[in-house]
């Protein structure tokens, strides 16, 4: 069978690539070996965003009085995590189904099995050979294990789990000991201690969340500890027995125990079928352009696999940029304005420069904050907790950066997207009148302060 794209992986880069390309005319095959959805809608966006909802909810209920509800007997009300783990699959059942319709509707020819590239103009799905004018490879990463004595034979006999089989383990465990810090592992942490987990983070560098801005990297890390989540940093992880973790934390030796210890240190390229394609890459991934293009001419790379940013909506966008290339129209991907979220409680959720970076690319930086506890929704709505601060440049005012910790943050950031998608200024998002009560109006409020100063504070 003869397609004009072909595309291994059908995560939301391949799938979404798949889509784009189908649009534009082309003729098209998708090739997924295990879901459709891939990480991000299995076991990796969705699910993890469901069962936080969860626990927000025993959250509420906890804290019912502070509401005025009276009568809930709190001892009585348990977590039943078998229950919620259904509802999680529901979630995801329901929008793997509406991923296959799509594939349906847009005449793409789905193939189920591991794709194995032949060269860039054949690929094998058990024993059928497929043959494109052009590939999209899209087969994301899988976690890594690094290389510490104790940690696979702790894996192979499930006391050390990664976010895959934790969000299908059978029973919630009583102590949990995440190893890393960055976002993945920080939800898992809001999680499991909102739902009674004792959790141990441990954590390499000197603060969690390396790449978020540092003050509320900070305030988050502060957050967490007073709720109990035990953080060390600085731990330097030296061997896993049985379910201990052995650390040096400033030259001194410490274990840890977990019943359950969750690897949450990153992933690599998963290149198994990629073989014989002499692509070039580095430890992140496969090396491509703007446009996706790898070192292969009719080749593109997207999504985690190119290891640029590990986000499902970036993988999407680079889909889309592949597929129009792909189909002959050129089209590239601005890197400065990407959004990353953290589903913490309150979340985190920025775009652009922190005032650090801006200050050392030469910018004159202006930077505004403005907390929650001065906006009326947030107080209506008794989540009070964060603050945003807009980073902008002196000259004209021009948006370089918004970081926001807020309930909801992750739904408001795409109102500073846009700002900066449009080359937009202070000015402009200060004069654009925000409806009130919301919580979108502490990004207003900080516009005015790039100006002068917020009205409200
Ligand atoms: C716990 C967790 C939470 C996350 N939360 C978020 C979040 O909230 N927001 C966010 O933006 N990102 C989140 N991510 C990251 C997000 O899941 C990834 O960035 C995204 O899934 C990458 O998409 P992708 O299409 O590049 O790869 P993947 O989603 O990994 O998909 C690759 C697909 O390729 C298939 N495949 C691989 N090799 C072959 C082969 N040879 N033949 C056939 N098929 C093959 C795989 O089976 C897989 O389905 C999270 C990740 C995890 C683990």
Known sequence: MKYDVIILGGGPGGYVAAIKAAQMGGKVALIEKEALGGVCLNWGCIPTKALLK????????????????????????????????????????????????????????????????????????????????????????????????????????????????????????????????????????????????EVTLLQRSDRILSGTEEEMAKTLSKHLTDNGVKIITKADIKAIEGNHVKVVVNGEEVSFKGDRILLSLGTRPNMKGLERLALESNNRGIITN???????????????LNGKYMLAHVASAE???AASNAMGKAESLNYKIIPSCIYSFPEIASVGLTEEEARAQGY?????????????????????????????????????????MAVHATDMISEAVISMELEGTAHDVARAIHPHPTLSEIVMEAAHGIMGKPIHF
């Not at 025993?58 to 509401?67: P, T």
């Not at 703007?290 to 985690?304: H, L, P, Q, R, S």
């Not at 403005?370 to 209506?380: E, Q, R």
């Open 290 to 304: 703007d446009k996706m293009e790898t070192n292969i001419e009719g080749v593109y790379a997207i999504g985690d």
């Open 319 to 321: 889909g889309i940029v």
């Open 54 to 197: 969860n626990a927000r909810v025993y959250h509420d209920i906890l804290r019912s009085e502070f509401y005025g509800i009276e009568g809930i007997e709190k001892d009585k009300i348990k977590v039943n995590w078998p229950q919620m783990l259904q509802r999680k699959d529901k979630v995801v059942k329901r929008l793997v189904m509406g991923v296959e319709g799509l594939m349906k509707k847009n005449g793409i020819d789905l193939y189920r099995g591991f794709g194995e590239v032949i060269d860039p103009q054949h690929v094998m799905v058990g024993n059928q050979q497929l043959e494109c004018s052009k590939l999209i490879l899209a087969t994301g990463t899988k976690p890594m294990i690094p290389n510490i004595p104790g940690i696979k034979e702790a894996y192979e006999e499930g006391i050390i789990l990664t976010s895959k089989e934790l969000l299908s383990m059978e029973r919630l465990p009583e102590a949990m000991v995440i190893l890393g810090g960055g976002v993945i592992a920080v939800e898992f942490a809001t999680l499991l201690n909102t739902l009674g987990v």
């Open 364 to 404: 004159h930086v202006v930077v505004s904050k403005f907390p929650l506890s001065a906006n009326g929704k947030a107080l209506a709505e008794g989540e009070s907790m964060g603050f945003v601060k807009v980073v902008a440049d002196q000259k004209y005012g021009e948006i370089l950066g918004t970081h926001i």
